[in-house]
C-alpha cells in the first residue's frame, strides 16, 4: 500500500528566509509525486509534480522538489519566503491506479 | 467559467434535513472525487466515478450517497448526517490515461456544519 509521511505539522519561517518541507513516501515501483498547497477556506491547488525524467522538478510560485530515490523523499524548497506562501502544504502519491494518497499537510507560518 | 466549481460554499443542515452538495467541472476530466477533509487529519477519499465507474471507501456511511450523470458533473446526497459529518467536502477532478496520473484539479470546497 502506498504512505506519505509529513514529519512536521507546523513550520514557522522569517519572511526571506530559505523553506525546506519534508516528505517521505512508501511505494513499490517509481511513484507519481505531487505538493499541494491550501489556503484557509479554499481547495487545493497543485504547485509541482513529479513523474519521471529530471528530479528537480520546477514549480508555481518559486517553489521546486526533489525526488531522491534513495531516501524515499520528495522534499518542497523555496529560496525566499514571502507573507502571502502562509498556508498548508500536502504532499501526495499515485501509482498507476487513479487515486492520490495525500500526507497530513504541514502548516506553514511567515514571520514578518 | 473554468476549473472545478463546488455549490454551496458552506452549508448548515440539521441531522434530519436532506441536502445535495454540487461539482461541476469544465476541464474535460474524464475522472471525478468526493474527499472529506477534517481538522487534524489527512484527507479522506469518500468517493471515485471514473469513466462512468463508481469506486467508493467502504467505510463511508450510507448516509452519503454519491450520483454522476454525467463526466462533468458529481453531486454527493446527505442525509441524516451526524455532527461529526461537519467537514469541508472537497470535489476534484482529474484525466486518466493508460498507466499515467496526471493529478488532480480541486474546487474550493464546502464548509458543511450539522447542528
Known amino acids: 500500500a502506498q504512505s506519505v509521511t509529513q514529519p512536521d505539522i507546523h513550520i514557522t519561517v522569517s519572511e526571506g528566509a530559505s523553506l525546506e518541507l519534508r516528505c517521505n513516501y512508501s511505494?513499490?515501483?517509481?511513484?507519481?509525486l505531487f505538493w499541494y498547497v491550501q489556503s484557509p477556506g479554499q481547495g487545493l491547488q497543485l504547485l509541482l509534480k513529479?513523474?519521471?525524467?529530471?528530479?528537480l522538478v520546477q514549480g508555481i510560485k518559486g517553489f521546486e522538489a526533489e525526488f531522491k530515490r534513495s531516501q524515499s523523499s520528495f522534499n518542497l524548497r523555496k529560496p525566499s519566503v514571502h507573507w502571502s506562501d502562509a498556508a498548508e502544504y500536502f504532499c501526495?502519491?499515485?501509482?498507476?491506479?487513479?487515486?492520490?494518497?495525500f500526507g497530513s499537510g504541514t502548516q506553514l507560518t511567515v514571520l514578518p | 467559467e473554468t476549473g472545478v466549481t463546488q455549490t454551496p460554499r458552506h452549508l448548515v443542515m440539521g441531522m434530519t434535513n436532506k441536502k445535495s452538495l454540487k461539482c461541476e467541472q469544465h476541464?474535460?476530466?474524464?475522472?471525478m472525487y468526493w474527499y472529506k477533509q477534517s481538522a487534524k487529519k489527512p484527507l479522506e477519499l469518500m468517493f471515485v466515478?471514473?469513466?462512468?465507474?463508481?469506486?467508493e471507501n467502504n467505510s463511508v456511511p450510507s448516509r452519503f450517497s454519491p450520483e454522476c450523470p454525467n463526466s462533468s458533473h458529481l453531486f454527493l446526497h446527505l442525509h441524516t448526517l451526524q455532527p461529526e459529518d461537519s467537514a469541508l467536502y472537497l470535489c476534484?477532478?482529474?484525466?486518466?490515461?493508460?498507466?499515467?496520473?496526471?493529478?488532480?484539479?480541486f474546487g474550493s470546497g464546502t464548509r458543511l456544519t450539522v447542528v
Open positions: 476534484a477532478s482529474s484525466q486518466e490515461g493508460r498507466g499515467q496520473h496526471y493529478g488532480y484539479t
Open positions: 511505494y513499490g515501483a517509481t511513484p507519481y
Open positions: 513529479y513523474f519521471s525524467g529530471d528530479t
Open positions: 501526495a502519491v499515485g501509482g498507476s491506479a487513479r487515486q492520490l494518497t
Open positions: 476541464l474535460g476530466h474524464n475522472a
Open positions: 466515478y471514473s469513466l462512468e465507474e463508481r469506486v
